[in-house]
């Protein structure tokens, strides 16, 4: 499959070291672009719920690829979220071509965007992180649960269903936070001279302009891959939403992950220069 060539590409809650993460699909999808900035946009490793009992090596393969694309130059903004919000007290470190930071802002063919996270508009976060952190895992659970019941429909041949968003399109609670969410990145975006937002957090993939009384933004939302396997693709000035379909790749491709034969990353890529920043950072 030839590689198609992004400018930029933004990814958000993958989620490693969860159950509910779909690394072979996001592996699939990250070798077949050719980006010259990747910006991770929050909760791509889930710290909260890490456990050295669930690792899977399409989970390293995910951060190898992520490593060989700093070895290639291309530029890789890691954005730090809620779940990997212990990676915070080391922003503004980088390394080569990857750069660690709370949040961004580039100027975008004359315009400006503004990407980060999001938790900070999540009142549950700032207020009650342990019944934030809870229901993190009861969400896990649920994804769990729902692949094995999908795994029995895909046997029977019948369509596949998602628990969470069947729950959330029940709740009127959950589509007004949703919509609140976007508003209100919305109207600080506005008030800063932003034309871009770009969040992650909320797992619901948008583009689409907002209009206040005080102006107008484009908001985007990276969505997330557990289970709606998006991304955002902005080339020649505009932005689209990214969604992985199966039928688009060959099953083959995920053996692709892997390094090349004789290919040393630490050779290139010296990772005791960033581990002696983080010890000065603890010190």
Known sequence: MEKRNVEIAVISDVHLGTYGCQAKELL????????????????????WQFSKRYWPETHMKIVRKLMKFVVECVNVYYLTGNHDELLRKFADMNLGTFYLQNKLVMELDGKKAWFFHGDIFDVTMQHSKWLAKLGAIG????????????????????????????????????????????????????????QYVVCGHIHHPEKRNILTENGEVMYLNSGDWIENLTALEYNKGNWAVFKYDARNFTKDEIEDGELSDGEDLTSKLDVNILLQKIKIEIA
Do not use: C
Not at 31 to 46: F, V
């Open 139 to 194: 969400y896990d659970s649920l994804i769990l649960l729902n692949s094995i019941v999908n795994s029995l429909l895909t046997f029977w041949g019948k369509e596949k269903m998602s628990f969470s968003k069947k729950i959330k399109t029940k709740f009127k609670d959950a589509v007004k936070f949703i919509n609140s969410f976007e508003e209100t990145a919305a109207e600080i975006a506005i008030e800063n001279g932003y």
């Open 28 to 47: 699939k999808y990250l070798k077949s672009i050719k980006p010259k900035t990747l910006i991770l946009n929050g909760d791509i490793i889930d710290i």
